[in-house]
Protein backbone atom coordinates (compact mmCIF):
# COMPACT_ATOMS: atom_id res chain seq x y z
CA UNK A 1 0.00 0.00 0.00
CA UNK A 2 1.35 3.14 -1.11
CA UNK A 3 -0.32 5.12 1.28
CA UNK A 4 -1.97 6.92 -2.20
CA UNK A 5 -5.85 7.97 -1.88
CA UNK A 6 -8.40 9.78 -3.88
CA UNK A 7 -11.56 11.91 -3.24
CA UNK A 8 -13.96 11.23 -4.90
CA UNK A 9 -14.10 7.76 -6.10
CA UNK A 10 -17.07 8.38 -8.15
CA UNK A 11 -18.56 11.94 -9.55
CA UNK A 12 -21.34 12.18 -11.91
CA UNK A 13 -21.27 15.63 -12.88
CA UNK A 14 -23.11 18.03 -15.78
CA UNK A 15 -21.70 19.46 -18.80
CA UNK A 16 -20.36 23.35 -17.71
CA UNK A 17 -19.98 22.69 -14.23
CA UNK A 18 -16.46 22.79 -13.05
CA UNK A 19 -14.71 19.50 -10.90
CA UNK A 20 -11.53 18.94 -8.38
CA UNK A 21 -10.04 15.96 -7.73
CA UNK A 22 -8.16 15.55 -4.56
CA UNK A 23 -5.03 13.26 -4.61
CA UNK A 24 -3.10 12.59 -1.35
CA UNK A 25 -0.36 11.15 -0.37
CA UNK A 26 1.55 9.86 3.02
CA UNK A 27 4.48 9.08 1.89
CA UNK A 28 6.28 12.70 1.26
CA UNK A 29 7.32 11.85 -2.62
CA UNK A 30 8.38 14.81 -4.58
CA UNK A 31 6.45 13.61 -8.14
CA UNK A 32 2.78 13.50 -8.20
CA UNK A 33 0.90 12.92 -11.46
CA UNK A 34 -2.31 13.08 -12.96
CA UNK A 35 -3.46 10.58 -15.80
CA UNK A 36 -6.59 9.51 -17.83
CA UNK A 37 -7.98 6.37 -18.67
CA UNK A 38 -10.19 5.41 -21.64
CA UNK A 39 -10.39 2.41 -23.64
CA UNK A 40 -8.08 1.89 -26.28
CA UNK A 41 -5.59 4.56 -24.97
CA UNK A 42 -4.15 3.19 -21.82
CA UNK A 43 -3.16 5.83 -19.57
CA UNK A 44 -2.54 9.48 -20.95
CA UNK A 45 -0.46 12.00 -18.93
CA UNK A 46 -2.41 15.58 -17.81
CA UNK A 47 -0.08 16.90 -15.56
CA UNK A 48 2.73 16.38 -13.39
CA UNK A 49 4.25 17.89 -10.35
CA UNK A 50 7.76 17.75 -8.94
CA UNK A 51 7.35 19.81 -6.33
CA UNK A 52 5.07 22.43 -4.27
CA UNK A 53 4.00 25.09 -6.72
CA UNK A 54 5.86 23.32 -9.27
CA UNK A 55 3.94 21.61 -12.12
CA UNK A 56 3.76 20.97 -15.79
CA UNK A 57 1.84 19.80 -18.68
CA UNK A 58 1.25 16.33 -19.85
CA UNK A 59 0.26 15.04 -23.60
CA UNK A 60 -3.82 15.51 -22.80
CA UNK A 61 -3.75 18.81 -20.42
CA UNK A 62 -6.06 20.88 -22.77
CA UNK A 63 -9.32 21.98 -20.09
CA UNK A 64 -7.77 20.76 -16.99
CA UNK A 65 -5.15 23.12 -14.62
CA UNK A 66 -3.57 21.13 -11.23
CA UNK A 67 -2.68 23.01 -8.42
CA UNK A 68 0.26 21.82 -5.19
CA UNK A 69 -0.04 23.91 -1.82
CA UNK A 70 1.54 21.23 -0.11
CA UNK A 71 3.51 18.02 -0.57
CA UNK A 72 0.61 15.70 0.11
CA UNK A 73 -1.86 16.90 -1.81
CA UNK A 74 -2.46 17.19 -5.72
CA UNK A 75 -5.22 18.92 -7.41
CA UNK A 76 -7.15 18.19 -10.42
CA UNK A 77 -9.47 20.93 -11.61
CA UNK A 78 -11.87 20.29 -14.60
CA UNK A 79 -12.78 24.23 -15.05
CA UNK A 80 -15.56 23.56 -17.12
CA UNK A 81 -17.09 19.93 -17.36
CA UNK A 82 -17.14 17.87 -21.08
CA UNK A 83 -18.75 14.81 -22.31
CA UNK A 84 -15.00 14.01 -23.41
CA UNK A 85 -14.06 14.37 -19.91
CA UNK A 86 -16.01 11.59 -18.89
CA UNK A 87 -13.02 8.74 -18.16
CA UNK A 88 -11.16 7.06 -15.27
CA UNK A 89 -8.74 9.57 -13.41
CA UNK A 90 -5.58 7.74 -11.80
CA UNK A 91 -3.15 9.66 -9.88
CA UNK A 92 0.53 8.16 -8.74
CA UNK A 93 4.12 9.11 -7.37
CA UNK A 94 7.50 8.99 -7.41
CA UNK A 95 10.29 9.81 -5.69
CA UNK A 96 13.38 9.60 -7.45
CA UNK A 97 15.83 8.55 -4.93
CA UNK A 98 13.68 5.24 -4.77
CA UNK A 99 13.04 4.02 -8.15
CA UNK A 100 11.29 5.80 -10.98
CA UNK A 101 8.50 3.00 -10.55
CA UNK A 102 5.63 4.94 -10.03
CA UNK A 103 2.87 4.12 -7.79
CA UNK A 104 -0.66 4.83 -8.17
CA UNK A 105 -3.88 5.03 -6.54
CA UNK A 106 -7.31 3.45 -6.29
CA UNK A 107 -8.52 5.86 -9.06
CA UNK A 108 -11.90 8.22 -9.55
CA UNK A 109 -14.57 7.26 -12.16
CA UNK A 110 -15.79 10.86 -13.54
CA UNK A 111 -18.96 10.94 -15.66
CA UNK A 112 -19.49 14.25 -17.54
CA UNK A 113 -23.68 14.09 -18.42
CA UNK B 1 9.11 10.61 -29.30
CA UNK B 2 8.89 7.85 -27.16
CA UNK B 3 6.12 5.13 -28.14
CA UNK B 4 5.29 2.06 -26.57
CA UNK B 5 3.36 -0.76 -29.19
CA UNK B 6 0.99 -3.65 -27.03
CA UNK B 7 0.07 -5.85 -30.26
CA UNK B 8 -1.80 -8.34 -28.37
CA UNK B 9 -5.01 -6.85 -27.51
CA UNK B 10 -6.64 -10.42 -25.65
CA UNK B 11 -4.43 -13.03 -25.13
CA UNK B 12 -5.86 -16.61 -23.24
CA UNK B 13 -3.56 -18.97 -21.14
CA UNK B 14 -4.47 -22.11 -19.39
CA UNK B 15 -3.64 -22.24 -15.91
CA UNK B 16 -0.51 -23.11 -14.82
CA UNK B 17 1.38 -22.47 -18.29
CA UNK B 18 3.63 -19.65 -19.20
CA UNK B 19 2.53 -16.36 -21.34
CA UNK B 20 4.51 -14.29 -22.91
CA UNK B 21 2.96 -10.91 -23.44
CA UNK B 22 4.84 -8.44 -26.17
CA UNK B 23 6.08 -4.64 -26.28
CA UNK B 24 7.86 -3.00 -28.39
CA UNK B 25 9.33 0.39 -28.10
CA UNK B 26 10.62 3.66 -29.98
CA UNK B 27 13.37 5.65 -28.84
CA UNK B 28 16.20 7.20 -29.82
CA UNK B 29 17.79 7.34 -26.33
CA UNK B 30 20.49 4.91 -25.42
CA UNK B 31 19.24 5.37 -21.52
CA UNK B 32 15.53 4.46 -20.64
CA UNK B 33 13.45 2.18 -17.98
CA UNK B 34 10.62 -0.29 -19.19
CA UNK B 35 7.97 -0.67 -16.73
CA UNK B 36 5.35 -3.66 -16.61
CA UNK B 37 1.86 -2.82 -14.47
CA UNK B 38 -1.07 -5.17 -13.98
CA UNK B 39 -4.55 -4.08 -13.43
CA UNK B 40 -6.73 -6.33 -12.15
CA UNK B 41 -10.90 -5.96 -12.49
CA UNK B 42 -10.88 -4.12 -9.27
CA UNK B 43 -9.22 -1.58 -11.13
CA UNK B 44 -6.01 -0.62 -9.09
CA UNK B 45 -2.90 -0.33 -11.15
CA UNK B 46 -0.25 -2.50 -9.76
CA UNK B 47 3.50 -2.51 -9.89
CA UNK B 48 5.06 -5.53 -11.71
CA UNK B 49 8.65 -5.62 -12.63
CA UNK B 50 11.09 -2.72 -14.18
CA UNK B 51 14.30 -3.01 -16.41
CA UNK B 52 16.84 -0.12 -17.41
CA UNK B 53 18.26 -0.44 -20.42
CA UNK B 54 21.74 -0.07 -19.11
CA UNK B 55 21.14 -3.68 -17.01
CA UNK B 56 22.69 -6.49 -18.57
CA UNK B 57 20.49 -8.98 -16.80
CA UNK B 58 17.23 -9.84 -17.54
CA UNK B 59 14.73 -8.26 -14.73
CA UNK B 60 12.70 -11.18 -12.66
CA UNK B 61 10.25 -10.25 -9.54
CA UNK B 62 8.60 -13.87 -8.41
CA UNK B 63 7.03 -15.48 -11.59
CA UNK B 64 7.51 -12.22 -13.55
CA UNK B 65 10.45 -12.25 -15.76
CA UNK B 66 11.08 -9.39 -18.36
CA UNK B 67 12.65 -10.61 -21.66
CA UNK B 68 14.33 -7.71 -23.07
CA UNK B 69 15.99 -7.65 -26.17
CA UNK B 70 17.84 -4.19 -26.69
CA UNK B 71 18.95 -4.60 -30.17
CA UNK B 72 15.08 -5.79 -31.69
CA UNK B 73 13.61 -2.81 -29.13
CA UNK B 74 11.41 -5.52 -27.36
CA UNK B 75 10.99 -5.85 -23.71
CA UNK B 76 8.05 -8.91 -23.35
CA UNK B 77 6.87 -10.06 -19.66
CA UNK B 78 6.91 -13.73 -19.26
CA UNK B 79 4.10 -14.80 -16.62
CA UNK B 80 5.22 -18.44 -15.46
CA UNK B 81 2.90 -21.31 -14.21
CA UNK B 82 -0.05 -18.68 -14.61
CA UNK B 83 -2.56 -18.56 -11.87
CA UNK B 84 -6.45 -17.32 -12.16
CA UNK B 85 -5.49 -14.45 -10.20
CA UNK B 86 -3.28 -13.15 -13.57
CA UNK B 87 -6.44 -12.51 -15.08
CA UNK B 88 -5.95 -8.79 -15.83
CA UNK B 89 -4.95 -6.01 -17.91
CA UNK B 90 -1.05 -5.50 -18.46
CA UNK B 91 0.54 -2.49 -19.43
CA UNK B 92 3.79 -1.65 -20.61
CA UNK B 93 5.45 1.63 -19.81
CA UNK B 94 8.75 3.80 -20.89
CA UNK B 95 10.58 6.20 -18.83
CA UNK B 96 13.08 8.37 -20.85
CA UNK B 97 16.28 8.77 -19.63
CA UNK B 98 16.62 11.36 -17.51
CA UNK B 99 12.80 12.38 -17.40
CA UNK B 100 10.34 11.57 -15.35
CA UNK B 101 7.48 10.54 -17.50
CA UNK B 102 6.10 7.48 -18.14
CA UNK B 103 4.32 6.83 -21.72
CA UNK B 104 1.87 3.60 -21.93
CA UNK B 105 0.75 1.04 -23.80
CA UNK B 106 -2.79 0.59 -25.04
CA UNK B 107 -2.55 -2.93 -22.80
CA UNK B 108 -3.38 -6.58 -23.31
CA UNK B 109 -6.23 -8.44 -21.51
CA UNK B 110 -4.96 -11.76 -20.40
CA UNK B 111 -7.44 -14.03 -19.49
CA UNK B 112 -5.97 -17.45 -17.59
CA UNK B 113 -8.04 -20.18 -17.82
CA UNK B 114 -8.80 -23.57 -16.04
Known amino acids: DAGITQSPRHKVTETGTPVTLRCHQT?????MYWYRQDPGHGLRLIHYSYGVKDTDKGEVSDGYSVSRSKTEDFLLTLESATSSQTSVYFC????????????FGPGTRLTVT | AQKITQTQPGMFVQEKEAVTLDCTYD???????LFWYKQPSSGEMIFLIYQGSYDEQNATEGRYSLNFQKARKSANLVISASQLGDSAMYFC???????????FGTGTQLKVEL
Open chain 1, 92 to 103: AIMEPSQGYEQY
Open chain 1, 27 to 31: ENHRY
Open chain 2, 27 to 33: TSDQSYG
Open chain 2, 93 to 103: AMRKGGGNKLT
